[in-house]
């Protein structure tokens, strides 16, 4: 039985293995063959949502519509999620 082929490598699919590596770096994802999350490494979670910050200015006006809308919304979902798991500031709602 041979293995499936790989998918074709895409700018999407390349955002999105990113985003997956801060996610599992960021203790909300298990990593490949766990079954829970590990504990949350900033330093390499940070690293990867500053590679993609990176990414984003460097493709800027260069991307299609629907590329632009997914590396803007990873990268505000991934810097939100930071902010929760490091403890950052919290919104304080009035009643």
Do not use: C, Q
């Not at 203790?27 to 390499?44: K, Q, R, S, W």
């Not at 910050?53 to 990873?74: C, I, P």
Request: glycine letters at 6%.
């Amino acid at each position: 039985m041979s293995p499936e082929p790989s998918p074709p490598i895409t700018f999407t699919l390349f955002v999105l293995s990113l985003a997956a590596s801060a996610e599992i770096h960021l203790g909300l994802m298990p990593p490949p063959g766990a079954d829970t999350p590990g504990p949350p490494n900033l330093v390499e979670a940070s690293h990867l949502i500053e590679l993609l910050a990176m990414l984003r200015e460097k493709t800027r006006n260069n991307l299609d519509e629907s590329e632009e809308k997914l590396l803007d919304g990873v990268l505000f979902d991934l810097r939100l999620r930071y902010v929760e798991v490091s403890g950052g500031p919290k919104r304080v709602v009035e009643p």
